[in-house]
Nanobody
């Protein structure tokens, strides 16, 4: 079992930056890919970015060039640096993870709210 706890959400103005963190506990040695997803009001949950245990990243087109996902395996934590935030980035951001034995992102955090508004 893996537990994920997100932090770092909040209210920012357009153009500002925010960093989200996701700390994993539990069966951390088997964690492979971790990622961030988001769900805006009235919309489906969508992929933001993922990162493998080896550091390979994948970004949604809408955030490429503005968001950077990094991983500290020693701290079992991933960080999502979000720059040049836009109102359309407003959403609940969820951390997810899969292990070597359990694929398909079966583990999820409770989410953290990011609001971009002037």
């Amino acid at each position: 079992q893996v537990q994920l706890v997100e932090s770092g959400g909040g209210l920012v103005q357009p153009g500002e930056s925010l960093r989200l963190s996701c700390a994993a506990t539990g069966s951390i040695f088997s964690i492979d890919t971790m990622g961030w997803y988001r769900q805006a009001p009235g919309k489906l949950r969508e992929l933001v970015a993922t990162i493998t245990s080896g550091g390979s990243t994948n970004y949604a087109h809408s955030v490429k060039g503005r968001f950077t996902l990094s991983r500290d395996n020693a701290k079992n934590t991933v960080y999502l640096q979000m720059n040049s935030l836009k109102p359309e980035d407003t959403a609940v951001y969820y951390c997810a993870a899969e292990t070597l034995e359990e694929r398909g992102m079966p583990y999820w955090g409770k989410g953290t709210l990011v609001t971009v508004s002037s």
